[in-house]
């Protein structure tokens, strides 16, 4: 069983930097892919930025050119750079692992989430 454990989220002013980390647990198979998603109150879920074991990535276009995503396979950990943080940008924030964590078995396991806020 896949587990997550998140961190890095804060109250911070528009114009901040902030890291978030991720760190997976448990039996995990090559490839697979790790990320971030968020949810502002009252919206839905929106991806924000995934990342495969091969380094591909996926960003949505309200982060792109202010989000970093990165990873460390060896570790199993996804990091989220975010700079130039907005008021918008506040939501809960969560990592997502997807891929194989048995021969015969793919899973989507999800974080507990962590909360980022940008004041104005």
């Known amino acids: 069983q896949v587990q997550l454990l998140e961190s890095g989220g804060a109250l911070v002013q528009a114009g901040d930097s902030l890291r978030l980390s991720c760190a997976a647990s448990g039996t995990i198979f090559s490839p697979n892919t790790m990320g971030w998603y968020r949810q502002a109150p009252g919206k839905e879920r929106e991806l924000v930025a995934t990342?495969?074991?091969?380094?591909?990535?996926n960003y949505a276009d309200s982060v792109k050119g202010r989000f970093t995503i990165s990873r460390d396979n060896a570790k199993n950990t996804v990091n989220l750079q975010m700079n130039s943080l907005k008021p918008e940008d506040t939501a809960v924030y969560y990592c997502k692992f997807a891929g194989q964590i048995s021969v015969l078995r793919y899973s989507e396991v999800w974080g507990q989430g962590t909360l980022v806020t940008v004041s104005f």
């Open positions: 990342m495969t074991t091969s380094g591909r990535t």
